[in-house]
């Protein structure tokens, strides 16, 4: 079901279990403000999810109330993720879907990261 980007934080969403060790993933990087892993139903040969580890339900909350700190190291470490993949050079695709009409499932902000082919339209027409 598509979130409600407007409602408190839900600490029972799926990222939040594992950011807590409740359920396993595919680590890809982790530092004190960020974790990344990948997709578990990847849309690309390269679809990784970076996600901040304070309660966040989008970027429309994280935007208005991360702290300089986590903001920094999260952008930072979204690009740092994708030059360690390799995916500059062929290039990559970021988005992080907000609420109902971006079709946003899970309430903890995450990033996607596409690569590994050409992605076609930015949005289907
Ligand atoms: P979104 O539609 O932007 O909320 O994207 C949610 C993403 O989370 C989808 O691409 C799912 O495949 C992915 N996902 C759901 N559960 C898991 C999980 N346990 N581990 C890794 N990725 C997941």
Redo the contacts with the bound molecule.
Sequence with gaps: MA?DATQPYDDSN?FAR?LRGE?P?KKVYEDEHVLA?H???P?APTHI?VIPKGAYVSWDDFSEKASDAEIAAFVRASGRIAREAGLVESGYRVLA?TGPNS????PHL?L?VFAGRPLGPMLAR
């Design positions: 979130v799926i594992i359920l993933s892993f997709d578990i139903n849309l999810l879907n079709g946003q499932e899970v995450h996607h």
